[in-house]
């Protein structure tokens, strides 16, 4: 099975649970770039704004096409919902995906992000994955990724 993970990471924790992800399956990989510099606090701020008002924003063309791939393995952290980079890949790439599982990394809250993430694409996820920061600082994240790269498998 011909596996993508896709995700868009800021200060590196849904990188990490990417990674993690990819040593259960032979995949390739690709960070998604957001156009708009949002490394400044200030931009933490107007970034969850930004997704709160649904402005779109652009991201770097994607290398990797999803319509190659069987699965796409998708990642976001959340600030106020989903990530506006991954919103916009989703977005353009809606009728691309075969099959989906989605992860996120959070402070608080994940609340309804998968179900956007579904309502974007219009296709159920065969898997979902939602990690708390705290969870990856103190390295608690591994069982979860197995279990969810387990039920992925089942799944396919």
């Known amino acids: 099975m011909k596996t993508l993970i896709v995700y868009y990471s800021r200060y590196g924790n849904t990188k990490k649970i990417a990674h993690a992800i ?5 995949s390739n990989i690709e960070e998604i770039q957001d156009m708009k510099d949002r ?4 931009n933490w701020f107007m970034s969850a704004s930004n997704e709160e008002l649904k402005t779109p924003t652009k991201i770097k063309t994607p290398e990797k096409n999803p319509s190659d791939y069987n699965l796409v393995i998708i990642g976001t952290p959340i ?12 977005k353009m790439y809606k009728s691309k995906f075969k099959k989906v599982a989605f992860f996120s990394t959070f402070g608080a809250s994940a ?9 974007i694409i219009n296709k ?6 939602g990690v ?9 994240y ?12 089942k799944n396919l």
């Open 39 to 42: 490394s400044k606090l200030v």
């Open 111 to 119: 609340d309804d992000a998968f179900y956007k993430m579904e309502k």
């Open 132 to 140: 708390q920061d705290r969870q990856i600082t103190k390295k608690e």
């Open 79 to 90: 600030w106020d919902g989903i990530t506006p980079a991954i919103k916009e890949y989703l």
């Open 142 to 153: 591994k069982n979860r990724v197995k279990e969810f790269c387990a039920e992925i498998k």
């Open 22 to 26: 990819s040593k259960n399956f032979h």
């Open 124 to 129: 159920k996820p065969i898997a979902t994955l």
